[in-house]
């Protein structure tokens, strides 16, 4: 059975600005496939567009992107051309989206003698089609009522208007849309330009993109390994398209988790990425703390999963149905991490430099998050975080792997919740630490409690966490369970989870060397990055979402905090199998990809479904530069400690930031 299937991505094309999103074959058209299409704020408004010069279709040469949000694409007109072996007639489409939609410029080039005419029509199938029903392998629906007046064609679909204009062409309306037409005249040696573009403008759109400067520094990276400055130079480009600010909030920017599901606000998305640039400037990181300040809790509603002090899970036009079990409200806070990473996110910027003023402001805000990890956070007073949908309607894992099959046992049996994740465990200890700092310095009560809190946190952990079974952790010794369950039994599958553990305080040092060695193990290093769960589990597939597929931020996660921890050898393996993951995806990480080892595949096999570009995917490359450098911030004297990661080869970068302080490392 074919139907209803989720549209594949990895062989399209996109370019983007957020909220726009054009995607197509690398030959520009679009229809072929079912993601095609250009969309506006999770609205596909164009779902075929069809060119043909001289009732013949241009042959395709290549396609080359020029930033996130533009794109250049060489055809052939061999058919206007004479038999000679030179191409002498060519097509150049140059497509370019912004906030409020695409433009399409069309130039064909004469290298004759002689003049050449020729008729242009462009098909334009038009849609009102939401990215949900996308998604969710529906078809398109019927075509939306159009008018074509005064040289501009205009209709509406889902609360989105949309128009297309044209200074050169005519527009006419079809059965499925619009044509666009002209008769071209190339004179000899030269070249014809005709353009086209399309406006939306969404009245109730949660989202807006931001058009201004980008908040981050854009350092200069020199490396042995070329690779990591062009992952570098590649996501710095894809971040910029993925920046969004909320309709209410217009002067506070934040990261879009990804596209072309992702395109808005996800706490636990926009808190880790904004929390990997902070070598480049501490203003993303103050703008998202805001943006989800706003938004925090202060009520019980079950409904949506709101609790004081608790921070959102994700923010949406529209309620969005997952499936006939799913459906989640426009404002969402079904997470148990995103609130001890938005006081980690506080802590952090802090120490790079967030000025005292912005970090005062957001005390409250920090005091309410604790307060959530006390008391809703640990529903049982057990002194662990816990989550379960209370909703009936919501996501049953509230974690960042949040498939409904990623908290399972060896045996491939699903762990039944309340479930307290082992990484939650450890950004809550990090929450609290890093809280009860920031109380401390800037005068606040609370300190000593929150450390006592963190301490009791951490006992309970190393209780009740740690597999011993000999027949289980087998040579590699003793290692963390993914999760406890409802009878607070350890979940015993290996995965990557692990990897969040270091870094944050919760683990000593004897614990630490065994979850690095768990870590750099072929069962969970493919070579292109850290598997999800490990390949002596039942419930292993390396196309498995959460169950064994290679996740770039969560490798990122995990090399961080080996190095921080002094595991180089076992980081520096997982950073090059980035890096070689990052030449196979042509430096555009996408969401995850397959968890298939490097010995057996030449090159990392695409997850179909991925988001690409996703924003923690690409603000990877700063955290492995971040790795990479071995940066250590000290925002009072405005330095950088340094002590790099040698498995990398020699890295320096050039414009980093610590507070106002612009610093080079390693040169």
Not at 194 to 219: F, K, N, T
Request: hydrophobic fraction near 40%; charged fraction near 20%.
């Amino acid at each position: 059975m074919t139907a209803s299937l989720q549209p594949l991505l990895n062989d399209e094309l996109v370019v983007l600005r957020a909220p726009t999103q054009a995607w197509s074959s690398p030959s520009g058209a679009m229809g072929g496939a079912a993601i095609h299409g250009v969309y506006v704020s999770d609205v596909r408004l164009i779902r075929g567009l069809r060119v043909r010069i001289g009732d013949r279709d241009a042959e395709h040469l290549s396609t080359g992107t020029r930033g996130a949000d533009s794109v250049r694409i060489e055809s052939l007109l061999r058919h206007l051309d004479d038999r000679t072996p030179d191409p002498e007639v060519r097509l150049t489409l140059e497509r370019t989206v912004d906030a409020r939609g695409m433009v399409d410029t069309l130039t064909v080039r004469n290298r004759h003698e002689y003049s050449l005419t020729a008729p242009l029509v462009i098909e334009l199938d038009l849609d009102a089609t939401s990215m949900e029903s996308v998604k969710l392998g529906h078809g398109p629906g019927d075509a939306p009522a159009v008018t074509v007046d005064g040289g501009v064609a205009r209709w509406l679909g889902q609360s989105v208007t949309a128009s297309v204009s044209s200074p050169d062409l005519g527009i006419e309306q079809t059965a499925t849309g619009i044509r666009l037409t002209a008769e071209l005249t190339i004179g000899p040696a030269s070249a014809t330009t005709v353009s086209w573009r399309l406006d939306a403008d969404d009245a109730i759109g949660a989202v807006r993109g931001d058009s201004r400067p980008v908040p981050w520094s854009r350092p200069e990276v020199l490396a042995g390994d070329q690779r990591l400055s062009r992952w570098v130079d590649r996501a710095l480009d894809d971040l910029d398209a993925l920046r969004m600010t909320t309709a209410q909030h217009p002067e506070e920017t934040f990261l879009a988790a990804g596209a072309p599901w992702f395109f808005t606000l996800f706490g636990r998305d926009s808190i880790w990425a904004a929390r990997m640039m902070l070598p480049l400037g501490t203003e993303l990181a103050g703008s998202t703390l805001r943006v989800l300040a706003g938004l925090q809790g202060t009520h019980h509603q079950p409904a949506s999963a709101e609790e004081p002090g608790k921070i959102m899970h994700e923010l949406r036009r529209e309620a969005l149905v997952i499936d006939d079990d799913i459906t989640l409200p426009p404002l969402y806070y079904g997470t148990v991490d995103a609130t001890p990473l938005f006081v980690c996110l506080l802590h952090d910027a802090w120490k790079w430099g967030l000025p005292d003023d912005e970090v005062r402001a957001l005390l409250p805000h920090l005091e309410a998050a604790l307060g959530w990890m006390r008391d809703d956070g640990d529903a049982d007073g057990d002194g662990l975080l816990e989550y379960i949908d209370r909703s009936g309607h919501g996501l049953a894992n509230q974690g960042w792997k949040d498939s409904g099959d990623s908290v399972q046992w060896r045996d491939g049996s699903l762990a039944e919740g309340p479930i307290a994740l082992c990484e939650v465990q450890a950004y809550a200890y990090e929450a609290a630490m890093g809280g009860a700092a920031l109380l401390e310095a800037f005068d606040r009560p609370g300190a000593d409690e929150w450390r006592a809190w963190a301490a009791r946190l951490r006992e309970a952990f190393h209780a009740k966490f740690w597999i011993t079974d000999a027949s289980l952790a087998g040579a590699l010794g003793p290692y963390p369970a993914i999760a406890l369950d409802a009878q607070k039994r350890p979940v015993d599958t290996v995965t990557s989870n692990l990897g969040h553990l270091l870094g944050t305080g919760l683990l000593d040092a004897e614990q630490s060397a065994l979850v690095a060695a768990r870590l750099g193990s072929p069962e969970l290093d493919s070579g292109y990055g850290l598997r999800t769960m490990s390949t002596d589990s039942t419930g292993y597939w390396p196309l498995s979402y959460h169950g064994g597929s290679v996740w770039t931020h969560d490798t990122a996660i995990a090399v961080l905090g080996l190095a921080r921890e002094g595991h180089d050898e076992v980081a520096s393996s997982l950073a090059r199998g980035l890096l070689r993951a990052a030449e196979g995806f042509d430096y555009r990480m996408p969401e995850l990809h397959s968890g298939d080892p490097v010995d057996v595949v030449t090159r990392p096999i695409p997850y179909p479904a991925a988001c690409r570009p996703q924003a923690w995917s690409a603000a990877s490359s700063v955290a492995v530069l971040t790795a990479a450098l071995g940066l250590v911030p000290d925002a009072a004297a405005g330095t950088l400690a340094s002590s790099p990661l040698l498995g990398l080869g020699s890295v320096a970068a050039r414009g980093l930031r610590v507070g106002a302080s612009t610093l080079d490392v390693g040169l």
